[in-house]
């Protein structure tokens, strides 16, 4: 995917405002998951992918109800009938149909605005960021970007490549006009991976039936993790670079990336081959696991509110999913934004 050309949006008077996220309750340690059958003990999960507890939706939860809190939080006291619309990056919605949005959408009290979902697997946040930031551009006074998850719903608990990784959670990012501090963003398919990570059943290409129900075909299945691994540490690298040298600037300008959290080894391979020190990455897999495309906005969340970010510093976002799909995005924290995440 290093070879694929990304599409750069370099917007003008466009910031994100505020941000928020969201984490359910239950805390699911590798020890539990053993508990529940997985097949791997709770400290060779930790050495394959460095993850050691996520967050697991309640049974009354669905990917809505988290969005639904990450988009309160960052709306806070905002006027809510300037808010013009809403995109909602996920893969795994309430129900096949209508879009996720809409029920978040009117959750809000957000009026007509128009609400749909968006699909780009771990890149999801910055998918949507991107959508949010054109439509502030073009004239919409403030635009909701939220990615949300539920994806311990289609974890095959004996799976061994995938039974440690995934958790669930929200981000969402308030884009409005005004001085930019989003200096511009790169996204990027490559529909070769269409099935690196996928769920086989449940869509029209294979419906759902008591067969693929006995046969497990509607969880998450990734057959050549390797290649997956190979692919995301290629593209995650490859896209925020190509955005780096659009915009005129290297790393040594990047105060701090902000990646999509896949597992830590993924990351740590990532700051050895940017020659990035590890410490300045923003990483929170070992506590959240995979949130899949909520996890670059739920780090950025916390890393706003970390303090470790002042008036000036530059976050690279990096993310990169099946699809394969790939995202990167440049934001300059002003002092607004530092005051309103603190």
């Not at 930019?180 to 991976?193: D, F, K, T």
């Not at 294979?206 to 190979?230: E, F, K």
Request: net charge negative; glycine share 8%.
């Amino acid at each position: 995917m290093s070879s694929a050309q990304p599409r750069f949006f370099l917007p003008e008077r466009v910031r994100i405002v505020s941000t928020g996220a969201y984490l359910p309750e239950r805390v699911v340690t590798n020890a539990d998951l053993v508990e529940m059958g997985a097949p791997l003990s709770a400290d060779e999960m930790d050495r394959a992918c460095g993850v050691r507890e996520r967050r697991f939706a309640g049974a009354d939860q669905a990917t809505s109800d988290l969005a639904i809190v990450a988009c309160e939080r960052a709306l806070g006291a905002c006027d809510r009938t300037q808010v013009d619309r809403l995109v909602l990056a996920t893969v795994s919605p309430d129900h096949m149909t209508p879009a996720a949005a809409c029920t978040v959408q009117h959750a809000l009290s957000l009026g007509c605005a128009p609400a749909h979902d968006l699909t780009a697997s771990c890149s999801g946040f910055l998918y949507a960021l991107d959508f949010a930031a054109r439509c502030v551009a073009t004239g919409d006074r403030l635009a909701l970007a939220c990615a949300a998850d539920v994806r311990s719903r289609f974890v095959n608990v004996h799976d061994r490549s995938t039974v440690a990784l995934f958790g669930d959670g929200a981000a969402a990012a308030l884009v409005g006009a005004g001085t930019s501090n989003v200096l511009g963003i790169a996204l990027l398919a490559e529909g070769s991976g269409a099935k690196s990570v996928y769920v086989p059943a449940g869509g029209s290409r294979l419906p759902a039936t008591a067969q693929t129900v006995a046969d497990s075909r509607h969880t998450i299945v990734m057959a050549d993790g390797p290649q997956v691994y190979l692919t995301a540490v290629d593209g995650m690298i490859a896209i925020g670079e190509a955005l780096l040298v659009r915009l005129g600037l290297t790393l040594n300008d990047v105060t701090m990336i902000v990646p999509h959290q896949p597992n830590r080894r993924i990351l740590e391979r990532i700051a050895r081959l940017m020659r990035f020190p590890l410490e300045r990455m923003w990483i929170n897999v070992e506590r959240t696991g995979n949130v899949s495309g909520a996890s670059c906005g739920i780090a950025l969340d916390e890393a706003l509110r970390s303090g470790k970010l002042v008036d000036g510093s530059l976050v690279l976002m990096i993310a990169g999913g099946a699809g394969y799909t790939a995202g990167a995005a440049l934001l300059r924290v002003d002092r607004e934004l530092v005051e309103t995440s603190s």
